[in-house]
Nanobody
Framework: VQLQASGGGLVQPGGSLRLSCAAS????????MGWYRQAPGKQRELVAS???????NYADSVRGRFTISRENAKNTVYLQMNSLKPEDTAVYYC?????????WGQGTLVTVSS
């Protein structure tokens, strides 16, 4: 199973980006899906997650600005990021949880700067 993340880039403060992460390979059932991020010199932190039933969880720092969603038919999870701030700058990693454990994507860089 592989995860392919896309959608990162350079954006000005106040702007928006949409990250996508598609899982491929021998996939039976995906439980939770989500995103972590890691800024330079900091630990990786959970940004948002979504269960198979659509229940969501957000870090306090992004609640109200970011929206996570998933498209089960495509084994894809999305992260809509609005009102971006310089402190959102980080490498964003997607993940999926299955019965066999957690699989990580390769990371996509988001840079928020004027």
């Amino acid at each position: 199973v592989q995860l392919q993340a896309s959608g990162g880039g350079l954006v000005q403060p106040g702007g928006s980006l949409r990250l996508s992460c598609a899982a491929s390979g021998r996939i039976l059932t995906i439980n939770d899906m989500g995103w972590y991020r890691q800024a330079p010199g900091k630990q990786r932190e959970l940004v948002a997650s979504i269960t198979s039933r659509g229940s969501t969880n957000y870090a306090d720092s992004v609640r109200g600005r970011f929206t996570i969603s998933r498209e089960n038919a495509k084994n894809t999870v999305y992260l809509q990021m609005n009102s971006l701030k310089p402190e959102d700058t980080a490498v964003y990693y997607c993940f999926i949880d299955r019965w066999s454990g957690r699989t990580w994507g390769q990371g996509t860089l988001v840079t928020v700067s004027s």
